[in-house]
C-alpha cells in the first residue's frame, strides 16, 4: 500500500513538473509538494552538548565540519571511522568574530582540498588535506579577496576561474545575490519573483536572501530563497533561464514591531541551504518559523526540473553531498544541545 502511495505522488509530481510556462525566455514551473520519499536517517556522529558544527564540506576521503563554540574551529574526520583527522584552532587575528564558511564552489578545489571564507579578513584560506603535515594543525593558502569585496559581509562564496559569485548580509539594495570581478565589478542579481504587497525598504532589500550552488561545467547558478518559496535558476552571466514556485502565492519575509526592518525569527523559514552532485540540486526546506517539524529536501536536474520531494526523519539545518550524490550528509540538533551528523542514503530515492 505505502509503495502505492508513492507512486501515485511520483505521478503527481510529474504532472506538476510538467506545467511550464515561458516568460520572455525564462521558463517557469510549478512544483509538486506531494511527498514522494521518506528518508531515514543514520546518525554517525553524535554531537551531545560538545559539538555545535554549523557547516559541512565533503571531499574524496574526508569530512570537514566548522564548529560555533570549541576552541577547534575546524574539524576534519577520516570517512570510513569518523576519527580526528586534522584540526584548526581559532586564531587571535583570524576566525575571530564573524563565523567563516566553506565555499559552496572553489574551481581550484579537488579531490582533498577545501576552501574556507573568512568575513573578518576577506580572505579565502585553501587547505589541501593530502599535504604531510608535521603538526595536528594545517598550513593553508591565504588568498586576499578585498578585489572581490568591497568591505561587505556575505556568505554561499562560490568562486570560478572569472567570478566570484555570493550573497550579501547587506545589501544596498534588493538582489537575490552578487557577481564580482576584478574587471567590471560588482553586479547585483535583481529580486525575482516580483513582491507586489506595500514593503518597507529594510525589508525588500534583504527579502530575496538565498543560498546558491554552481556547476561551472554546465553553466548554471541555483538560487534557493530563504525567506521566499521559490528557487531560480541563472546562467553564469547572471541571467535567469528558469524558475520554480510551489504554489499559487509565494510566501514573503515580515516586518519587525517597528515596521521598518526584516524579522528574521517570526519570518517562515523557506529554503535555508542548498548542495549539488554532478546530476542533481538538493533543496532543504524547512517551512516553519522556529525550526520545528521534519524537514524536506526538493530535488532538481541542472535544467530546472523537479525530480523528487524527499521527507526526512527529523528536523535538519545543513546539507551536504559528493559529486556522485549517493548519499546526503546531514546537520540535526540534539537534546543536549549539539548536533548530530546524520548520513542519508539516496539509492532508489530519485
Known amino acids: 500500500m505505502k509503495q502505492f502511495l508513492y507512486l501515485l505522488a511520483c505521478l503527481s509530481l510529474l504532472v506538476s513538473c510538467n506545467k511550464q ?52 574551529l575546524l574539524q576534519v574526520r577520516n570517512k570510513n571511522d569518523f576519527s580526528l583527522y586534522q584540526i584548526e584552532p581559532r586564531e587571535k587575528d583570524t576566525f575571530s568574530i564573524a563565523y567563516p564558511s566553506f565555499t559552496k564552489y572553489d574551481y581550484a578545489n579537488n579531490k582533498n582540498r577545501i576552501s574556507i571564507w573568512d568575513n573578518d579578513s576577506h580572505q579565502l584560506k585553501r587547505i589541501d588535506l593530502d599535504q604531510t603535515q608535521t603538526s595536528p594543525t594545517v598550513s593553508a593558502e591565504l588568498i586576499s579577496m578585498t578585489n572581490f569585496i568591497s568591505g561587505n559581509i556575505c556568505t554561499n562564496c562560490c568562486i570560478t576561474s572569472k567570478e566570484l559569485y555570493a550573497v550579501s548580509f547587506n545589501p544596498g539594495k534588493p538582489q537575490v545575490f552578487f557577481s564580482s570581478n576584478k574587471i567590471t565589478g560588482q553586479y547585483a542579481v535583481p529580486g525575482y519573483p516580483r513582491i507586489t504587497v506595500p514593503m518597507p525598504d529594510d525589508v525588500l532589500r534583504k527579502a530575496y536572501a538565498s543560498d546558491l550552488v554552481i556547476n561551472e561545467e554546465k553553466g548554471v547558478i541555483v538560487a534557493a530563497l530563504r525567506f521566499i518559496d521559490g528557487i531560480n535558476f541563472y546562467d553564469l552571466n547572471c541571467d535567469m533561464t528558469a524558475s520554480v514556485s510551489f504554489a499559487d502565492y509565494y510566501t514573503i519575509p515580515v516586518p519587525d514591531i517597528t515596521n521598518k526592518y526584516l524579522d528574521a525569527e517570526q519570518s517562515k523559514k523557506c529554503f535555508i541551504d542548498i548542495c549539488s552532485s554532478d546530476k542533481y540540486v538538493f533543496c532543504l526546506f524547512d517551512g516553519s518559523t522556529n525550526f520545528t517539524g521534519n524537514s524536506v529536501i526538493y530535488v532538481f536536474d ?49
Not at 37 to 59: C, K, M, P, Q, R
Not at 310 to 337: F, H, M, V, W
Open 302 to 350: 541542472w535544467e530546472g526540473k523537479q525530480k523528487a520531494v524527499l521527507q526526512a526523519d527529523r528536523n535538519l539545518r545543513k546539507i551536504a553531498t559528493e559529486k556522485s550524490g549517493e548519499y546526503l550528509l546531514a546537520l540535526s540538533p540534539n537534546g543536549e544541545g549539539g548536533r548530530d551528523v546524520i548520513k542519508y542514503n539516496l539509492k532508489n530515492k530519485i
Open 21 to 72: 510556462k515561458s516568460q520572455g525566455g525564462i521558463k517557469t514551473y510549478k512544483a509538486g509538494t506531494e511527498i514522494t520519499g521518506e528518508l531515514s536517517g543514520e546518525v554517525v556522529f553524535a554531537g551531545n552538548g560538545i559539538h555545535n558544527y554549523y557547516d559541512i564540506a565533503i571531499t574524496n576521503d574526508y569530512y570537514a565540519f566548522l564548529d560555533y563554540y570549541s576552541d577547534t
